[in-house]
């Protein structure tokens, strides 16, 4: 399965990890830039989601703030977890 996790600061990088772990394809997004080397090896991080929303099958928000983003993700008919 192909999951895009989205992220303020990186806080589900654990459950991204544990994903891939499992043979997922797992593609991040943390938008503080502050946090732009956390995770780096371990999961593909991306610095723009919206260019995968075509290729994925699932949406995981990690945190609050990715809301106004739901029709966006209605529009393409993802499962979204969190949002």
């Not at 999951?3 to 772990?21: C, D, F, P, Q, T």
Request: charged share 20%; proline share 2%; glycine share 10%.
């Amino acid at each position: 399965m192909k999951i895009l996790i989205l992220s303020n600061k990186g806080v589900g990088l654990g459950l991204a990890y544990r994903l891939a772990a499992e043979k997922h394809e797992v593609s991040m997004f943390i938008k503080d830039t502050g946090y732009e080397l956390s995770g780096m090896g371990l999961i593909n991080k991306i610095a723009s989601w919206r260019p995968y929303l075509n290729t994925i099958d699932f949406v995981i928000c990690d945190s609050a703030g990715f809301g106004s983003y739901q029709d966006v993700f209605k529009k393409f008919k993802l499962p979204v977890l969190c949002c």
